[in-house]
């Protein structure tokens, strides 16, 4: 299950991931992590020390490697200079499952124990002034992209991505990847307009999306919430004391997180298994091409003087019997 976490900054995104996260591993389901928001916290998040946290590999520093490991021996993809973060899987492609050892893992996860269970984490890297400016936060997103645009996962395992809201996710398709997105918001109109624009890109693509509340504090701030977003609103979460004991790197064990939180962490939970129902292989690789030609023809064919569109493999759908075909050696 693909699960994303987006929202406002400083709304909660990497906090309520981090929780959800160790939601999952305590009940020892297989996990990945990724760090991809603008301000780079989940590591911390999730009990590394500055130290630990500064030395996580950063996806965006390996993505020849990444390309030229997903590309396999896929003859529509002659080089890993003409991958695109969008470029789609095909026949000759590797696939990534979430529970495995593959290259991309050794070079890009660290895993990280927690009380209960443990995590992979990867991280795309800090971002810089200039990474904002476009092309190269493009490639660190896009290196979580090709990723989810090669991995087949299965209901009971889990990846989850702490990431901005921001434009970049929707010119590229990244909002599409996943089987259910969190908009974390607080009971303010700022953290619920964002909800807005996300809604409103959401539409045309089917995106599974629910709005959790963060930082509820009492009725007004319920009311508020319902008002504005109505029956997207899936559940709630009040100050924390938990949460600023492990600001303040004293996390006491995850047990003893406030039950109403844990309560809120088990609604997250159900919704994100239910949406495995509406999964759509086809669908996804659909959208994945969409996105492709889109992205080839807006500026991708003219970084790389190639015809992008010619990577797309017509007969391939990316599922589980994609993964059973033969891969690469
Ligand atoms: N439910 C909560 N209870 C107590 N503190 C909280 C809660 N949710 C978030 N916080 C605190 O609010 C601050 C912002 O949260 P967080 O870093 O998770 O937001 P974010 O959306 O990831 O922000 P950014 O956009 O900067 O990445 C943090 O100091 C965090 O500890
Ligand atoms: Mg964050």
């Known amino acids: 299950m693909k699960i994303a976490f987006v929202g406002k900054g400083g709304s909660g995104k990497t906090t309520l991931s981090s929780l959800f996260i160790r939601r999952l591993a305590a009940g020892r389901a297989p996990v990945i992590a990724v760090d991809a928001d603008i301000n780079q916290h989940l590591g911390a998040a999730l009990g590394l020390d500055e130290e630990e946290a500064a030395a996580l590999p950063a996806m965006g520093a390996r993505l020849p490697l990444i390309k030229d490991y997903l590309r396999g021996c896929n003859p529509r993809i002659t080089s890993a200079e003409t991958m695109i973060k969008t470029t789609p899987p095909g026949r000759g492609s590797r696939l990534l499952r ?23 984490l990867m991280v ?19 290196a979580v992209e090709l990723c989810l645009n090669h991995l087949v996962d299965g209901r009971d395992e889990y990846l989850v991505v702490d990431m901005t809201a921001g434009s970049d996710s929707f010119a590229s398709g990244m909002f599409t990847r996943f089987d259910m997105t969190f908009l974390v918001a607080e009971p303010t109109r700022k953290g619920v307009s964002v909800y807005r624009q996300y809604k409103e890109y959401a539409r045309d693509f089917g995106v599974a999306l629910k709005v959790v509340g963060n930082k509820v504090q009492g009725q007004d701030d ?3 919430l319902r008002a504005e977003v109505g029956e997207d609103l899936l559940t709630t979460f009040g100050h924390s004391d938990w949460v600023r004991a492990m600001e303040k790197g004293r996390p006491p064990r995850f047990e003893l997180l406030e039950e109403a939180n844990q309560q809120a962490l088990r609604v997250l ?36 003087g190639a015809d992008l569109a010619a990577q797309v493999d017509p007969s391939f759908v990316l599922d589980e019997r994609a993964l059973a075909a033969p891969q690469p050696a």
Do not use: M
């Open 98 to 120: 979430i529970d495995e050892d593959n290259p991309v893992y050794a070079a890009c996860a660290r895993t990280v124990p927690l009380d209960e269970g443990a995590v992979r």
């Open 124 to 142: 795309t890297g800090p971002f810089t002034e200039s990474d904002l400016g476009v092309a190269c936060y493009h490639s660190k997103v896009g």
């Open 222 to 224: 319920l009311d508020f």
């Open 269 to 304: 939970q159900d919704a994100a298994d239910a949406s495995y129902e509406q999964r759509d292989w086809q669908r996804y690789t659909r959208q994945t091409v969409h996105f492709h030609l889109k992205n080839a023809e807006s500026w991708g064919n003219a970084r790389t």
